[in-house]
């Protein structure tokens, strides 16, 4: 029999490199394409998060509409529950017994004094299977183009929301919840910013034209302007024959550098969330102390 010894030095460094990737604190974004079959979707979401707990990502973050894509104002009705329904005690589940925070940006809420409209909650599940924070979108999209033809008015069936939401600590820093549209409204991520955030996140379902043209430049301008991470799961593809998303999910550093996308194609796409290097960048630049709030505050209207 023959016994192979790692020599001394190489063993060292094996074992180094092994505490690093430890303590290192990966996020995963999980991109899909939601339709209006919610059991095939969990099933997408049950592969999409043992994708990324073998990519050692300690949280999974996952699209807007991430429960289902309906085709029609009716059956976003008919086919939402409330977050004591099935599908989140499911994602409950999947959760806990895989060891990871989910990010569930964006599902369907049934509401009790509500049979016309749903709410559009993003919601944050522990390694524990514990709902600790849910979000409701306060921006709602509502576009109603006559030259293009395009119409999309998410305030036909979606109740706004009325509350900014503190960030959340979690393995990876303190994460703040929001909606897609949200990103539009710099007010609201800097407001996040000051309450203690280090992640923004923004899943979404973005349209493919508005997509192409500003996904990728707004989402690097809210990490640039918050210094702060920016994680956005996206939907991507064709859900039905009048909804196309995007894609491109990706995150991105303070720095505004993007750190992992995942295109066109349904898959997880991996980084590492370092918080020295987010100190770093807000001690070298410390915006927060230069910013006005004395000013911007103030309103003032010229005849």
């Known amino acids: 029999m023959i016994v192979m010894f790692m020599p001394r030095v190489m063993f060292k460094k094996e074992v180094k490199r092994l505490i690093s990737t430890m303590t290192h604190k990966f996020a995963a974004i999980c991109q899909m394409r939601s339709i209006n079959d919610k059991q095939k979707n969990l099933e997408v979401?049950?592969?999409l998060i043992h994708e990324a707990k073998q990519k050692n990502a300690c949280i999974a973050f996952f699209p807007e509409a991430c429960d289902y894509m309906a085709e029609n104002k009716k059956e976003v009705i008919e086919l939402a529950?409330?977050?004591?329904?099935?599908t989140v005690t499911c994602y409950k589940k999947?959760?806990?017994?895989?060891?990871?925070?989910l990010s569930m940006g964006g599902i369907h809420e049934a509401l009790p004094d509500d049979k016309e409209k749903v709410s559009n909650t993003?919601?944050?599940?522990?390694n524990e299977g514990n709902l600790?924070?849910?979000y409701r979108k306060i921006h709602l999209f509502d576009m109603d183009n006559k030259e293009t033809g395009l119409r999309l008015m998410e305030s036909d069936y979606v109740v706004k929301g009325d509350d900014i939401i503190p960030p959340v600590c979690t393995p990876i820093g303190n994460v703040a919840l929001s909606i897609c549209y949200d990103m539009r409204f710099a007010e609201q991520s800097l407001l996040l910013r000051n309450m203690g955030a280090?992640?923004?996140?923004?899943?979404?379902?973005?349209t493919f034209q508005t997509g192409a043209a500003h996904w990728e430049i707004i989402l690097?301008?809210?990490?640039?302007?918050?210094?702060?991470?920016?994680?956005?799961?996206?939907?991507?593809g064709a859900h039905n024959k009048k909804r196309m998303s995007w894609g491109h999910s990706m995150i991105i550093d303070p720095w505004g550098i993007i750190l992992a996308q995942c295109a066109e194609k349904i898959g997880v796409a991996v980084a590492e969330i370092d918080l020295d290097l987010l100190a770093k960048i807000r001690k070298n630049m410390p915006c927060e102390e230069h910013r006005r709030t004395d000013l911007y505050s103030l309103i003032r209207c010229q005849k």
């Open 81 to 86: 529950e409330p977050l004591n329904g099935p």
């Open 122 to 126: 993003h919601i944050l599940i522990d």
């Open 132 to 134: 600790v924070s849910k």
């Open 220 to 236: 690097r301008a809210r990490a640039i302007e918050t210094q702060c991470y920016v994680i956005a799961a996206a939907q991507t």
């Open 94 to 101: 999947l959760a806990a017994q895989n060891n990871i925070w």
């Open 198 to 206: 280090q992640i923004l996140t923004y899943p979404s379902a973005f």
């Open 45 to 47: 979401v049950s592969q």
